[in-house]
C-alpha cells in the first residue's frame, strides 16, 4: 500500500480538486491506497480569521458562512449542518471567555481537514469507490511540549495498525491531516507542515511501499521560483538532504516529515497534482551521490551578537546562554564564535528576539555592570541562506559573487559534516543575494542586468544589437544581458523583468522623468544582481555621478569619454573607489571606437615593455574628412556635410574640426600609461578657420562654407603629390608632450594609407622603437561603437 498525501492548494474548488479524484484513481488502480488530506483551499486560514475575530468579541457569523459556502460542492450530497453549528457554538464561547486558548484554537482549525476529508471520502464514493472517512484524532497521539508536539509512536503506531488491520481489501482510507489529539482526548495539531508529518507517520506505522506528496510544484527546486527565477527542480535527494532543506526553510518540506521514513527506508515522491505525469522529485536513502544540490532561504530571523572582554577565556559562557534560552523555550537556529571568545553571535526566530534580549540581559546583568561584556546587541531583518550538499569551493565562490554585489555577510557558519554552509545577510538583500548565491554554486547561466544611459545613435544601436543577438550570447557564453531600465534626458523606463524589441515604444509611452537618483534607488532596492550601468551619452553631468553608481556596488561600461578626460582628480577618485569596491569600469571605446586598443596598452604598460611614444589618427570622421579630399576633387564644406549625412560626424560637426574630441582621446591613452595630465596641457591645432571661429548656429557656419573652402584649398595646394592630409594626435611619453595637428604625410606611410573613415594608432616602445605595433581599422560608426561598448559588457560578464 502507498500514502498519497493531498495539500490545500490540490483540493481547491473546480479543477484542482477534481485532478485530485482522478489521481487517486489512477494510483489505486495499480495498488493499494491510503489517503491523507489537508484542509481544502485556504480555510486554515479562514479558520484562524474566524478564532481571531471570535476572541477579540467581533460578530463572526457571515465569515462562518462564507467558510461552509466554499464547502459545498455542487451535486455533492454532504450534509455538513452538524459542522457547522458545533464550529459556531465554539466560536461563541470564545467571544464569551474574550481570551485565546491554544486547544480550542486546535479544534477550531480541524475542521478544515475533517470536512476536507469527508468530502473527498463522498467524491470518491460517488466514482464508486469504496472510500473510508477516518479521523487521526482516533489514529495519532501526542503531547503538547512548549511550541511543539511530541508523538507518542508506541501508542499511535498501535492504533493506527489496528484501523488498518480492520479495513476490507478494496477500502480506501481517508485520514484527515496536521491534526492529533493528546492523552486527555483534545485536539491538538501537528504544526506547519502537519499533514505531510502525518502522512510519513502513516506511512511508516503501517509499512507503505512509498509516499506521495501531491502539492501545487512538481518538486523541490535548487531554490525558491520566488526568488530565483532560473532555479532547477531537482530529481532525486537523500533523506539527509532533505533534511537539511527542510531545516533551512524549503517549503514544501518539514524536518519531522522526513525522520518517520529514515527509519523505515520509505521514499518520498514530490508530484504537482496539477500535471499529472510530469517527474517530479524522489527522496530516499541513496540520494544521487555529492555536490550541490539546493540553496534555500530563511527569511526574518534576527541576529544576537555578545561582545566583551570579560568573555576572554571564560569557561561556562555558552552554557549560561543556552541554558537561559532553553529555559525560555527560545530555539538557536546557528552560532558562531571567535576563536578569541570575545564575541560569541547566533540567531533566533525574530518572533523570540525582544525575549532573547530580556532573557540575556537578565541573565548577565552582573557583567553587564561590570562591563565584562560591553553590550547585548540584537539585529532584526536578517535572513539565512544555506547552501545544502557537499560543497567543495562552494563558501569561496558565493562570498566572492557576494562581495561583487557588495552584500555584507554578518555571519557565516559551516556544518561539521559539510553537508551545509549557512550565510547571514540582511533581509533586503535576499532576493539579490539568494540569486547571486545561486548562479555561483549551481555555475547557472549568469545574469547582467543592464540600465542605458542614452538611446541615440550608439545608445540605441546597442539595445537593439542585445535584444538581436542576446539568444546567441546565452548559447555561446551562457550569459544573459537583460536590459531592465533605458533612460533619455528626459523620460525612463524600468522593469525586473527586462525589455526586448519592444524598448522604443515602452520609452515614448513614458512618463516617468528621468531622475538619477530615484533610478540609483531603483535599482538598489530592486533585488537585482550583477547591475552594469551603460552610459552611451556625452554628458558631464551623468559622468559626475560615477562615483554613485560605483559605491552603490554597480559596474559601468561608457563610449562617453568625459570621466576619463576630465580632472585627473576626479580620474584619480574614480580609480581609488573602483578598486575599494571591487567594481569594474571598461570603456574601450573611447579611444577608437571598436579597436581594441586601450586594452593592448594597459597589457604592454603593465608589462616589462616601456612605452615611449603613441600616435595616430584618432578620429574616424576625420580620417574620412581628409582622405577624401586629399585625394578628391570636391570642396572641404561638400565632403564634410558627407560625412556628416554618413554619421561620422556630430550633429554640429565643428565638435569634430575643433580637434577637442581627439584632446580627449589622447588624455585618456596618456593617463593608461601613467601621466598626470589635464585637458589644457594638450597642443589643439583648430580646424574651424580663425575666421570663423565666433559664429553661432552651425547652421551658420556651413553657410559660410565658401570662407571654408577657400581655407582649405590653401592647405591642399602645399601637398606634394605623394602626400596626403592627416589630424594626428601626439603623445610623447617621456617629454609628457601631447599635442593635436594637421600634418603631412606619405601616401606610402602607414598614416597615409589608411581609407575611408579607419583610425590608426601607432605605438612606440623599448622593445618595438623603430617597428611599431599598429592597430587599424574602424574608427567610426554608431554601429561599431555600440558593438564595442557590447564586448565590454561581455567582458563583465566573464568576471561573475
Known amino acids: 500500500m502507498k500514502v498519497l498525501k493531498f495539500g490545500g492548494k490540490s483540493l481547491g474548488n473546480g479543477e484542482p480538486v477534481k485532478s485530485a479524484i482522478d489521481i487517486i484513481q489512477k494510483e489505486q488502480s495499480t495498488e493499494a491506497v491510503a489517503l491523507v488530506i489537508s484542509a481544502r483551499g485556504q480555510s486554515t486560514d479562514l479558520l484562524l480569521a474566524l478564532y481571531a475575530k471570535a476572541v477579540a468579541g467581533a460578530d463572526v457569523t457571515p465569515d462562518l458562512e462564507n467558510f461552509f459556502a466554499y464547502q459545498y460542492i455542487k451535486g455533492l450530497n454532504l450534509d455538513l449542518s452538524s459542522y457547522q453549528t458545533e464550529l459556531q457554538q465554539l466560536l461563541e464561547a470564545l467571544q464569551l471567555l474574550g481570551v485565546t486558548n491554544n486547544r480550542i484554537k486546535d479544534r477550531v482549525v480541524a475542521f478544515g481537514e475533517v470536512i476536507s476529508a469527508l468530502t473527498v471520502t463522498e467524491l470518491l464514493r460517488q466514482q464508486g469507490l469504496d472510500a473510508v472517512f477516518a479521523d487521526a484524532r482516533q489514529l495519532l497521539v501526542g503531547r503538547c511540549v512548549a511550541n511543539d508536539v511530541a508523538v507518542d509512536f508506541a501508542l499511535s503506531k498501535e492504533k493506527t495498525t489496528r484501523f488498518f488491520s480492520a479495513l476490507a481489501p478494496q477500502q480506501i482510507p481517508v485520514i484527515t491531516g496536521f491534526i492529533a489529539s493528546d492523552p486527555e482526548g483534545k485536539t491538538i495539531t501537528l504544526g506547519r507542515n502537519g499533514s505531510n508529518y502525518t502522512a510519513t507517520l502513516i506511512a511508516s506505522f503501517i509499512q507503505a511501499t512509498e509516499v506521495q506528496n501531491w502539492t501545487d510544484i512538481d518538486g523541490v527546486y535548487t531554490a525558491s521560483p520566488k526568488y530565483v527565477k532560473n532555479a532547477q527542480k531537482i530529481p532525486h535527494l537523500s533523506y539527509r538532504e532533505a533534511n537539511e532543506l527542510a531545516n533551512f526553510g524549503a517549503r514544501i518540506l518539514h524536518a519531522k516529515t522526513i525522520l518517520p521514513l529514515v527509519e523505515s527506508g520509505i521514499p518520498l515522491k514530490i508530484f504537482s497534482s496539477f500535471a499529472y505525469g510530469r517527474e517530479g522529485t524522489l527522496i530516499d536513502e541513496k540520494g544521487s551521490g555529492k555536490g550541490i544540490k539546493a540553496v534555500s532561504t530563511i527569511e526574518d530571523v534576527s541576529l544576537v551578537s555578545i561582545e566583551g572582554r570579560g568573555l576572554l577565556g571564560k569557561v561556562g559562557i555558552d552554557a549560561r546562554i543556552f541554558s537561559a534560552l532553553s529555559s525560555n523555550s527560545i530555539s538557536v537556529r546557528l552560532i558562531s564564535q571567535a576563536s578569541s571568545e570575545r564575541g560569541i553571535g547566533f540567531i533566533v526566530n525574530k518572533e523570540d528576539a525582544q525575549l532573547t534580549e530580556q532573557v540575556l540581559t537578565k541573565e548577565f546583568s552582573e557583567e553587564l555592570g561590570h562591563q565584562d561584556i560591553s553590550r547585548i546587541q540584537v539585529n532584526n531583518n536578517m535572513a539565512i541562506i544555506a547552501i545544502v550538499g557537499r560543497h567543495n569551493y562552494s563558501l569561496e565562490k558565493a562570498i566572492y559573487g557576494l562581495r561583487r554585489n557588495k552584500i555584507w555577510l554578518h555571519l557565516i557558519s559551516n556544518s561539521i559534516n559539510g553537508e551545509h554552509i549557512s550565510l547571514v545577510v540582511d533581509n533586503q538583500d535576499l532576493k539579490k543575494a539568494v540569486n547571486v548565491v545561486h548562479n555561483q554554486v549551481f555555475g547557472a547561466m549568469k545574469t547582467l542586468n543592464l540600465f542605458a544611459f ?3 545613435t550608439v545608445g540605441g544601436k546597442l539595445l537593439d544589437q542585445l535584444v538581436r543577438t542576446g539568444d546567441d550570447v546565452i548559447r555561446r557564453r551562457n550569459l544573459m544581458i537583460r536590459i531592465v531600465g533605458v533612460a533619455d534626458s ?76 576630465i580632472s585627473y582628480a576626479f580620474y584619480e577618485g574614480l580609480r581609488n573607489d573602483l578598486k575599494k569596491r571591487g567594481k569594474l569600469f571598461f570603456y574601450e571605446t573611447n579611444v577608437g571606437a571598436g579597436l581594441p586598443l586601450i586594452d593592448t596598452i594597459k597589457h604592454l604598460h603593465n608589462s616589462s615593455d616601456k612605452i615611449e611614444r603613441i600616435r595616430g589618427v584618432f578620429s574616424g570622421s576625420l580620417s574620412y574628412i581628409f582622405n577624401k579630399f586629399s585625394v578628391e576633387g570636391k570642396s572641404f564644406s561638400t565632403i564634410l ?56 548656429p552651425f547652421e551658420e557656419f556651413m553657410a559660410q562654407a565658401e570662407t571654408l573652402d577657400a581655407y582649405f584649398a590653401t592647405i591642399k595646394a602645399s601637398l606634394n603629390e605623394d602626400e596626403v592630409l592627416r589630424y594626428v594626435g601626439d603623445l610623447m611619453v617621456a617629454e609628457n608632450k601631447l599635442t593635436v595637428s594637421l600634418v603631412k604625410a606619405s601616401k606610402n606611410s602607414p598614416l597615409g594609407n589608411i581609407q575611408n573613415a579607419d583610425s590608426l594608432f601607432e605605438i612606440y616602445t623599448e622593445s618595438y622603437e623603430t617597428q611599431p605595433i599598429i592597430i587599424q581599422g574602424a574608427g567610426a560608426g554608431a554601429e561599431v561603437t555600440a558593438r564595442g561598448v557590447y564586448s565590454d559588457l561581455i567582458r563583465i560578464g566573464g568576471h561573475y
Not at 597642443?683 to 574651424?688: G, I
Open 490 to 565: 528626459k523620460k525612463m523606463i524600468f522593469s525586473e523583468d527586462g525589455f526586448t524589441h519592444n524598448w522604443r515604444e515602452e520609452l515614448a509611452a513614458s512618463q516617468q522623468a528621468t531622475d538619477f537618483g530615484n533610478i540609483i534607488n531603483l535599482l538598489k532596492t530592486s533585488g537585482l544582481e550583477n547591475i552594469v550601468i551603460a552610459d552611451n551619452t556625452s554628458s558631464q553631468e551623468l559622468t559626475e555621478q560615477y562615483p554613485v553608481i560605483v559605491n552603490s556596488g554597480f559596474d559601468i561600461v561608457a563610449s562617453n569619454k568625459k570621466a576619463n578626460s
Open 641 to 696: 556635410t558627407e560625412a556628416k549625412e554618413k554619421g561620422y560626424t556630430e550633429p554640429d560637426a565643428r565638435e569634430d574640426l575643433c580637434g577637442l574630441d581627439v584632446a580627449r582621446k589622447l588624455i585618456i591613452l596618456a593617463r593608461e600609461v601613467g601621466l598626470q595630465t589635464e585637458l589644457e596641457d594638450v597642443e589643439v591645432e583648430s580646424l574651424v578657420p580663425p575666421s570663423l571661429a565666433a559664429i553661432g
Open 454 to 456: 542614452g538611446k541615440g
